[in-house]
Antibody, heavy 123, light 112 residues
């Protein structure tokens, strides 16, 4: 069965860095685009960054451009989110998600989500 | 970016009664292939989001048939024909047409 397991969250000071990881299993990881979605405490969902199945295309929301980098290592079935220059407003649960359709063939629907990893940015 | 607007934001429902949530997008989600790229997700208490409906009207695997999605262009609706206690949670629409994807504010469904 499909599983996505996030790790790497924690407490960091403003201006600091963290690298989130998402380990995929139960599917052919290299065939599917992936993305990160976050949820601040008590708030709604916010799409953060996405990457194509081959890794050639990356997408970001404006507020993280230049600070966050999404990448993947399909030899390890792993997705990453490198987060630099962290701000208090980046505090959230971060979920990774797998696209429904392989080869990025049809939209950005996500059929499987991990359990999330919590990032707290605080001094 | 495409702005998604849901209503209502709170939805108290009696078990066995129907429920309906609306979602409007700031631009058309209809692609040239004839599909509307609008998803519905539910986040049950303490859980990750899960896909309910994709491409406006297609139920995801394992989703009960009491859930249905409709609409096209910029106006969409999620309907639950008979609400059950397990349906409690926050329902989000999301445009899956273009990155960055964007979510509605969420509709909290609670049982009366």
């Amino acid at each position: 069965q499909v599983q996505l397991v996030e790790s790497g969250g924690g407490v960091v000071q403003p201006g600091g860095s963290l690298r989130l990881s998402c380990a995929g299993s139960g599917f052919t990881f290299s065939n599917y685009g992936m993305y990160w979605v976050r949820q601040a405490p008590g708030k709604g969902l916010q799409w953060v960054a996405g990457i194509s199945y081959g890794g050639n295309n990356q997408y970001y929301i404006d507020s993280v451009k230049g600070r966050f980098t999404i990448s993947r290592d399909s030899s390890k079935d792993a997705l990453y989110l490198q987060m630099n220059s962290l701000r208090t407003e980046d505090t959230a649960m971060y979920y990774c998600a797998k696209l429904l359709f392989h080869y990025d063939s049809s939209g950005f629907s996500a059929d499987f989500w991990g359990q999330g990893t919590l990032v707290i940015v605080s001094s | 970016d495409i702005v998604m607007t849901q209503s209502p934001l709170s939805l108290p429902v009696t078990p066995g009664e129907p429920a309906s949530i609306s979602c409007r997008s700031s631009q058309s989600l209809l692609f040239s292939n004839g599909h509307d790229y609008l998803d519905w997700y539910v986040q049950k208490p303490g859980q990750s989001p899960q896909l309910l409906i994709y491409m406006a009207s297609n139920r995801a695997s394992g989703v009960p048939d009491r859930f249905s999605g409709s609409g096209s262009g910029t106006d969409f609706t999620l309907k639950i024909s008979r609400v059950e206690a397990e349906d409690v949670g926050v329902y989000y629409c999301m445009q899956a047409l273009q990155a960055p994807c964007t979510f509605g504010q969420g509709t909290k469904l609670e049982i009366k």
